[in-house]
């Protein structure tokens, strides 16, 4: 018997699927990639990097997916609506559970197991909508849940015998620590990401996500700058992302495009690299050179010099000027 199991990098998806291991079910790993990823910050890869981690782990095949243009598309015009933020939780999760129906189908296995916890989620995770969805994905009764299996129906697998149900548990609810309980007890001490985690849940970053929508810059490459630094809006074309360290610094130098604008101190000043992205006239550049300088080291000078240059130029221009009030500052920011 063969079953897709669904990794996030999480602890509950990697709980999960070790207890249906133990079972000597045939298992292959599923992750799928998107741009909203919270789970292991210290790799770019995100959660790929943790489901990478966890499948090697356990020894298991895994199959990698990037849903980006898809789930981009969810983003801007979700079925069944957000949750809190900017979180379209519903429609992840079936747009997820039809491409492992794609996967189950083309590698022959029988049915999917996710690391889903009855209650733990507000939208996704209530019973009737877990019902939803593997209805809209064609997964009905096809989906095993093993922490809370014994607090739902039980599944086709269990139904059939693949699975003996004694052998599944009855978690539920928000709390954690029955699986981290149980992480220790099967030996895992080193997850990333105990609780999953979508970067559209965070208010900060929806602000952020909402301001490209509503200017009409919503695109992967705008996506990816969203994640770091100080975002600022100019005017109805232009932003500036003000780095907050040396690490986002380097980022937005590697995400900048032919067309944008870089701003950082002079030679011997500490401070941050911004970038401009948009249709930067002089005041704009003037003002993106003052917003820098708000963030540098001014070592008891009342101005400083500020280097800027289109990414496609070769020779920095100077501006010497001093920082942005505070007052305007806090009223463009996003």
Known sequence: ??????????????????LIQDLDIELIALNTVSPFCLCNRRSSGGCLYGANSVAKALALK???IDVSEEF???????????????????????LLFKKAKEVMQREG?????????LGQRPMSQKLNTMKLIEKESGLSGLVLRPLSAKVLEQTIPEKQGWIARDKLLAISGRGRREQIALAGKLGFNDYPCPSGGCLLTDPEFSRRLKDLMKYQEFNLENVQLLKIGRHFRLNDATKLVVGRN????????????????LFMPADGLAGPTSLGRGILSEELIKLSCS???RYCDL??????????RRISEKENKVLRISPIEDTKLSGLRI
């Open 299 to 308: 070592n008891g000078n009342t101005n400083i010099d500020i280097l800027y």
């Open 62 to 64: 895994l199959i990698s």
């Open 246 to 261: 040396e690490k986002e610094n380097e980022r937005l130098l590697n995400l900048g495009r032919e067309n944008d604008y």
């Open 291 to 293: 917003i820098t300088c």
């Open 109 to 117: 296995a029988s049915f999917v197991i996710t690391g889903e916890v």
């Open 1 to 18: 018997m063969k079953a897709i199991t669904l990794i996030s990098g999480g602890l509950d998806s990697t709980l999960a699927t070790r």
């Open 72 to 94: 981009m598309g969810i983003v801007k015009k979700p079925k069944h609506g957000y949750g809190s933020n900017m979180n379209p939780c519903i429609d992840c999760r079936i």
